[in-house]
């Protein structure tokens, strides 16, 4: 199982340089649009908003659908559940108590599409923004709940650790069960109930391994006196540039399109 999300490519292209703050709020900006468009003319302009973003960034085209592939279970199950539970609309297909019609196709359709470009935005957001980027510009944004007492530095540092372990705990996971496997273990059961019992002898290390790694980075953050925001500065202060207004107007225009067309 490869998931891509938390990793960063290092590149020196346009997307890479925008600030990091600007690309979250674009990311929020085209998920808002793809969770509001019910037209298929808002999904082509998505794709190629999406395409066009991915081919700037120069991250390879096959890393964002590894990341997608992570995600595929959770995308058919859901298909799945629409597909024949929604009895709406022009009956394509009925037997016995299942029913497919052209509304639960219609609507399977929509959330392969939005789960699928919600994974590959957030996929290039990671890729083009390191981890440290990726903290700042969230405990800026954060900022300003600070004074009603919420603890944007730390939310900010929790966040970014969460997204940047996934990667390692998913190799973890390769590790654990290569090593299960020369022991004997068997991963290739059938059955929901038998494949569920095959990956407690995973989980039980993993968990463990987790631990393990989360108290390792306790020790190094106190090690060099990590103290959250305590009198603590920044070595890059995070300023917008013609760039990013320049990303913002099309992001903005990107919305309105959607909302035009719907």
Known sequence: MKITIGQYYPLDSPIHRLDPRMKILLLFLFVLGVFFTKDIFGYIISAVILGITIKISGVPFLFILRGLKGFLFIVLFTVFINMFFIDSGYVIFEYSFFKLTFDGVWFSVQMICRLGFLTAASSVLTFTTSPIQLTHAIERILSPFSKIGLPAHDIAMMMTIAIRFIPTLIEEVEKIKKAQMARGADFDGKGIRKKAKEFIPVLVPLFVSAFRRADE??????????????????????????????????????????????
Not at 217 to 230: F, H, K, P, T
Not at 232 to 251: E, W
Request: hydrophobic content about 50%; glycine content about 4%.
């Open 217 to 262: 980075l306790a020790m190094a953050m106190e090690a060099r006196c990590y103290r959250g925001n305590v009198n603590r500065t920044s070595m890059y202060k995070l300023k917008f540039k013609k760039i990013d207004y320049f990303a913002l107007t099309v992001g903005s225009a990107f919305i309105f399109s959607i909302f035009f067309i719907v």
